[in-house]
């Protein structure tokens, strides 16, 4: 009698605040199922036991901050088959991320005592400026179904069914009213990839673009829309500096729009 080897998975962490790999956990009866369809040989977030690589899959969250960071990313790359970026930080990097449009030195003199200890890159960047990614989840933080499809999708060879379309197919679907004809409401909705189920825009909120840039989004249009709802320059650059901010479209329509 033979017996199937596992895939072996690990999970790793970066400049982040941990929530992304919280997800994972969050599966609850679903991770009972991936227990056992592969072996989670590296994921300090659930258990201080570690397996040495090679990995089959790699789930990596966070962005890369620092010279040490730089240097890991590149060894886990070494010793994954597969290596998936989950979330903001580790798709677009991050919150974090805003310092990238300022002199990160002017936020370590003002927040440390001893800035002569701080050891950091003048940058926060994504995961796939550093090594090659096999697939990008979105989100702050990611939807964990999406993940569950991933790996599914990875571990039986296909391509992951995760949807490319905008926030507002799914406001659709909820029969949410739009709070931007309704109300007048900034809403980042048509620009940012579906995942979140329109959360904010069922609470009659605009869209905070928490799952980052869809397929070719109009931001110049949006941008212009705004414009009509007398929304100001300074606030429509800080629209576009949220979770995402770093991430391509986002960042040139900020910029587009900065003093």
């Not at 002017?106 to 400026?129: G, R």
């Not at 909820?174 to 309704?182: E, F, H, R, S």
Request: net charge neutral; charged share 25%.
């Amino acid at each position: 009698m033979t017996t199937t080897k596992k895939p072996k998975l690990a999970v790793w962490k970066f400049a982040s605040c941990d929530g992304c790999q919280l997800s994972l956990l969050d599966c609850e009866d679903e991770l009972l199922a991936i227990a056992e369809a592969v072996h989670i040989a590296n994921f300090p977030e659930a258990s201080r036991a570690v397996e040495k690589g090679p990995y089959d899959v790699s789930l990596v969250e966070g962005s890369i901050t620092t010279p040490h960071d730089a240097e890991r990313i590149h060894k886990i790359r070494r010793i994954s088959k597969y290596l998936i970026t989950i979330g903001a930080c580790a798709t677009a990097g991050g919150i974090q991320a805003l310092r990238n449009f300022k002199d990160v030195n002017d936020f370590i003199s003002i927040v440390y005592a001893h800035p002569e200890y701080i050891e950091t890159l003048n940058k926060s960047t994504p995961i796939a400026d550093h090594v090659f990614v096999d697939f990008e989840l979105r989100g702050c933080p990611i939807n964990k179904y999406q993940l569950l499809e991933v790996v599914n999708a990875l571990l039986n060879g296909r391509k992951p069914n995760i949807p490319p379309y905008s926030v507002c197919i799914e406001c659709k679907r909820k029969g949410n009213v739009c709070v931007m004809v309704a109300s007048g409401t900034p809403c980042l909705g048509p620009v940012t990839q579906a995942g979140c189920g329109a959360l904010c825009p069922s609470y009659n909120r605009g869209c905070f673009g928490c799952f980052g840039p869809k397929e070719t989004p109009n931001t110049v249009s949006l941008a212009a829309q705004f414009e009509k709802l007398d929304v100001t320059r300074d606030d429509i650059v800080r629209i576009f500096r949220g979770f995402n901010a770093f991430a391509e479209p986002f960042r040139k329509e900020s910029e587009a729009y900065e003093k």
